[in-house]
């Protein structure tokens, strides 16, 4: 058996990644945290704990009902009471539109395709920091 307990917060550094984006967490930034653990099979000795981080900008209908299924509301999730006033109405503006459907994270489409960052819409994929002349540029 497993559990969730999702969790809006600030980023504590900038080193998480986001699973919606693929793209680092900002240090400070609002990100929902949700964090699994998983009882352990027979024959296991331990039990496993992992995190998943999005942006408030990456929730999906999927993950915004499963973690309104583990706490009944948006205000039970742990930490919307400890958020700024605007970041309070940000989420449930955010949220709000997920679940009406209005909402399009960042690569999504409106045909309801995504594309992940780098790729163009000719088939193409270019890292960051490379240019359409082959040159390079460090990002910053």
Request: glycine residues 10%.
């Amino acid at each position: 058996m497993s559990s969730s307990n999702y969790v809006l917060e600030y980023a504590k550094t900038g080193r998480s990644t986001c699973k919606g984006c693929n793209k680092l967490i900002d240090d400070k930034s609002l990100r929902l945290s949700v964090q699994s653990t998983k009882e352990p099979e027979p024959g296991e000795k331990d039990h496993r704990r992992f995190t998943n981080n999005r942006h408030v900008e990456c929730l999906t209908k999927v993950v915004v009902a499963n973690g309104l299924k583990a706490h009944g509301s948006l205000d039970e999730f742990p930490g919307m009471e400890e958020l700024q006033p605007a970041d309070q109405e940000r989420v449930r503006n955010i949220v709000d539109r997920v679940l009406d459907g209005t909402w399009m994270a960042p690569g999504w489409h409106l045909d309801g395709t995504w594309m992940a960052p780098g790729w163009h819409l000719d088939g193409t994929w270019m890292a960051p920091g490379w240019h359409l002349d082959g040159t390079w540029m460090a990002p910053g």
